[in-house]
């Protein structure tokens, strides 16, 4: 199985900061990674596919970037709502594998 | 707009059997692969697995941690996926997300319900 490590695990942040998330995986999986968005008591929301490409209606504060095995999510200023755990996931094989999750929190 | 209603949920003793049903509203369900993943209470998410549009065999995949155990189907005259569970064992214990599959990346779980909760408890 290809496993996905994200970090950090959390982090304490400020409205209007810059938020960095990274997930690196165990082997090459091209760009067929996924980035979703979930908050308490919600079922998760994609927010990112094919590692850059924002799904419909996705503000262009969150973005995407990497390929291979790193991957880099990125949100540029930081709005109250976007506090939320944040899960990249790959699908170049199966069984689709998640990483650990990171979960951004108000400073 | 696109909407999945699960249902089924509910407490059940190891070793025990449940069927979790999801409703398909507002897309063409007989057009879309489908999946489930699960969450158990305060971790991280678990892909169960999926399966096939008829037209493209209807075949299904399962994890190795519910292979043998689980079957996912499908009843497209209905516009609902299942997830038959047997043997259930407390590290089941999660909530069970039925998701669509977008067909340009067939990886990527564009749509998801609210989740039913499984508890597998004596």
């Known amino acids: 199985d290809v496993q996905m490590t994200q970090s950090p695990s959390s982090l304490s942040a400020s409205v209007g900061d810059r938020v960095i998330i990274t997930c690196q995986a165990s082997q090459d999986i091209g760009n067929y990674l996924n980035w979703y968005q979930q908050k308490p008591g919600k079922a998760p929301k994609l927010l990112i596919y094919?590692?850059?490409y924002l799904e419909p209606g996705v503000p262009s504060r969150f973005s995407g970037s990497g390929s291979a095995t790193d991957f880099t999510f990125t949100i540029t200023s930081l709005q109250p709502e976007d506090f939320a755990t944040y899960y990249c996931?790959?699908?170049?094989?199966?069984?689709?594998?998640f990483g650990g999750g990171t979960k951004v929190e108000i400073k | 707009e696109v909407q999945l209603v699960e249902s089924g949920g509910g407490l059940v003793k190891p070793g025990g059997s449940l069927r979790l049903s999801c409703a398909g509203f507002?897309?063409?369900?007989?057009?879309?692969?489908m999946s489930w993943v699960r969450q158990a209470p305060g971790k991280g998410l678990e892909w169960v697995g999926r399966i096939k549009r008829k037209s493209d065999g209807g075949t299904t995949d399962h994890s190795a941690a519910v292979r043998g155990r689980f079957t996912i189907s499908r009843d497209d005259s209905k516009n609902t996926l299942y997830l038959q569970m047997n043997s259930l064992k407390t590290e089941d214990t999660a909530v069970y997300y039925c998701?669509?599959?977008?067909?340009?990346?067939?990886?990527?779980?564009?749509?998801w319900g609210q989740g039913t909760l499984v508890t597998v408890s004596s």
């Open positions: 996931q790959q699908y170049d094989n199966l069984p689709l594998t």
């Open positions: 998701t669509t599959v977008t067909l340009v990346t067939a990886g990527s779980l564009d749509s």
């Open positions: 507002g897309f063409s369900f007989s057009d879309a692969w």
């Open positions: 094919d590692a850059s």
